[in-house]
């Protein structure tokens, strides 16, 4: 049912994602092809079913297929809108220092594309895992609804004085450009990179009982004005080296007195009512497991029916992964991306040794539970990676935000335990860069029989639809002469990113001399092809 609601939905919505489609062959017979023959008002010109004929000399619609053609994503959307969820507990400044360090490395690849005419137009925002911590609250936390409430950090809470925030707003906005910056609102002075860093210093004060997947769902529910476009790819990026705790406001899970329901009042909390392991599933066990804990996954709790005490979490993948119409974050699921960088799910493994055990030390094993020892024996969560050179690089089974980053079309999982990000903030901007469809033409285009084996024929009509005050208004771009004089205009070529996307490894660049798309501007675009 879900599968055929997102594929319904993508049907729907296909027209207003920047969607080209080829006519193939020749026109219906009375059909005028729209963006071909542009004509209509006669018997043997008529418009397309579905389409209208303006002024009695263009029929206007999205496409018109013959019996058995296939429409054709031809994508040209330059929109990310990129949300960081930074951890802000104690243990994770370095990891967090690394990431603001290796941010030039994602932005490398947006400038890359500048340079062959692709203007990436992103809008960037910061969140910390703070929500505080249920009824209660806890030692360094608020109460649940509290902390940085999934709310953007303009400048984050341990940022340098000489930090400003963006202008006009808590986000980054950038439109990266061949010549160096296009449109932008960092503040006079303060580059790109340093404007990020600005805004990912969150510090390490905050709540240990992280809520991570809350915290971006509080923000996706609430945005900040402007920060989300409906017709922007949706990424979003998860660094955090604990899994997720996200709990409603009202519960007593982190109430310190409650040691005798809950157990010793540290974040195995959120593990043993966050997920479960075996066959039949049952929570795990308040005692050592004598090894990896078999068969994890996160712990139901429909409707808060349990066994778990957290969100059940259903309540993202839903959101991820179903359509807007339906309650999904976006119209097209599929222009969602999920990006972990956490730890793995697996070996999950409780020892008894001390809560306290400073970060990045190891556990020591301790005889039998004594919460009130000095220092306490109370189970501990094992981490499931750490970095063999830099010990303060650790992370534990990251069992229920793995499990949403997994399930979207476009998530994935990179270690946090790595001590050098470069590579996976690269990889985070090529899988956006792809997302936005660099024009990639995903059918053959017929063969030039003037032209060498592998010549092709380019037969594409591309438009700047502008959109203002509610009314669009198309203008055609013409194809590039050799070389090109007029500005803007298209070509077919050759392009490393759209191979594997492209039969032909083929995509439409659209050349406007350097300067980047007008941020009111769509481009649709229609080729014929085989």
């Known amino acids: 049912m879900k599968v055929a609601a997102v594929r319904g939905a993508r049907l729907a919505v296909l027209a207003k994602l920047v969607v080209g489609v080829a006519v193939a062959g020749g026109a219906l017979a009375g059909c005028g092809r729209v963006g071909l023959i542009d004509s209509c008002g006669?018997?043997?010109?008529?418009?397309?079913?579905?389409?209208?004929?303006?002024?009695g000399l263009r029929c206007v619609?999205?496409?018109?297929?013959?019996?058995?053609?296939?429409?054709?994503?031809?994508?040209?959307?330059?929109?990310?809108?990129?949300?960081?969820?930074?951890?802000?507990?104690?243990?994770m400044e370095p990891m967090a220092k690394e990431l603001r360090a290796r941010f030039p490395q994602f932005f490398s690849v947006f400038s890359g594309l500048a340079a062959t005419g692709f203007h990436a137009d992103l809008h960037i925002g910061v969140v910390t895992s703070d929500l505080g911590a249920g009824a209660t609250g806890a030692p360094g936390c608020s109460r649940g609804g509290g902390g940085k409430m999934g709310k953007l950090q303009g400048?984050?809470?341990?940022?340098?004085?000489?930090?400003?925030?963006?202008?006009?707003?808590?986000?980054?906005?950038?439109?990266?450009?061949?010549?160096?910056?296009?449109?932008?609102?960092?503040?006079?002075?303060?580059?790109?990179?340093?404007?990020?860093?600005?805004?990912?210093?969150?510090?390490?004060?905050?709540?240990?009982?992280?809520?991570?997947?809350?915290?971006?769902?509080?923000?996706?529910?609430?945005?900040?004005?402007?920060?989300?476009?409906?017709?922007?790819?949706?990424?979003?990026?998860?660094?955090?080296?604990?899994?997720?705790?996200?709990?409603?406001?009202?519960?007593?899970?982190f109430d310190e007195s409650r040691t005798a329901l809950y157990g010793f009042g540290d974040s195995y909390r959120c593990t043993r009512y966050g997920i479960v392991t075996g066959s039949p599933p049952r929570l795990p066990p308040y005692g050592a497991s004598g090894g990896p804990l078999p068969m994890t996954a996160p712990a139901p709790n429909p409707g808060g029916a349990g066994p778990g005490k957290l969100f059940d979490v259903s309540r993202y993948i839903d959101f991820f992964t179903l359509p807007a119409a339906m309650g999904?974050?976006?119209?097209?699921?599929?222009?969602?991306?999920?990006?972990?960088?956490?730890?793995?799910?697996?070996?999950?493994?409780?020892?008894?040794s001390d809560p306290g055990t400073p970060p990045g030390q190891p556990f020591v094993s301790c005889p039998q539970i004594d919460e009130r020892g000095n220092p306490p024996c109370a189970p501990v969560l094992q981490h499931s990676c750490q970095s063999p050179t830099n010990a303060s690089f650790f992370g534990d089974p990251s069992v229920r935000l793995n499990a949403v980053v997994q399930s979207v079309a476009h998530g994935?999982?990179?270690?946090?335990?790595?001590?050098?990000?470069?590579?996976?903030?690269?990889?985070?901007?090529?899988?956006?860069?792809?997302?936005?469809?660099?024009?990639?033409?995903?059918?053959?285009?017929?063969?030039?029989?003037?032209?060498?084996?592998?010549?092709?024929?380019?037969?594409?009509?591309?438009?700047?639809?502008?959109?203002a005050n509610g009314q669009q208004n198309a203008f055609a771009i013409p194809e590039c002469t050799a070389p090109a004089t007029t500005f803007p205009c298209w070509r077919v070529e050759h392009k490393d990113a759209c191979a594997g996307r492209s039969p032909q490894g083929l995509g439409i660049t659209i050349d406007r001399n350097g300067a980047p798309t007008p941020t009111n501007v769509n481009i649709k675009a229609s080729c014929k092809t085989l």
């Open 42 to 55: 006669s018997t043997n010109q008529a418009c397309c079913p579905g389409s209208t004929c303006q002024s």
């Open 61 to 91: 619609a999205e496409a018109c297929l013959a019996p058995g053609q296939v429409p054709i994503d031809l994508v040209y959307r330059t929109k990310a809108d990129v949300l960081f969820l930074v951890d802000d507990s104690p243990s």
């Open 155 to 253: 400048v984050g809470a341990a940022a340098p004085r000489t930090c400003l925030r963006p202008v006009g707003a808590d986000y980054l906005q950038y439109v990266f450009a061949a010549s160096g910056d296009g449109p932008s609102n960092l503040p006079a002075g303060q580059d790109l990179a340093t404007t990020f860093a600005c805004m990912a210093s969150v510090g390490g004060r905050g709540c240990g009982f992280e809520h991570q997947l809350e915290a971006v769902y509080q923000q996706l529910h609430h945005p900040a004005p402007g920060f989300l476009r409906d017709d922007a790819i949706l990424a979003v990026v998860l660094l955090t080296n604990e899994d997720d705790c996200s709990a409603p406001v009202d519960s007593d899970l």
């Open 328 to 352: 999904g974050a976006k119209a097209n699921p599929v222009d969602v991306t999920l990006v972990g960088i956490d730890a793995p799910a697996t070996p999950a493994t409780v020892l008894l």
């Open 412 to 467: 994935s999982v990179r270690s946090i335990c790595d001590d050098d990000y470069s590579g996976a903030m690269r990889d985070l901007g090529s899988q956006i860069a792809a997302q936005l469809g660099l024009g990639c033409i995903a059918a053959a285009l017929p063969p030039d029989p003037a032209q060498p084996p592998g010549g092709f024929l380019a037969d594409c009509t591309i438009k700047d639809v502008a959109e």
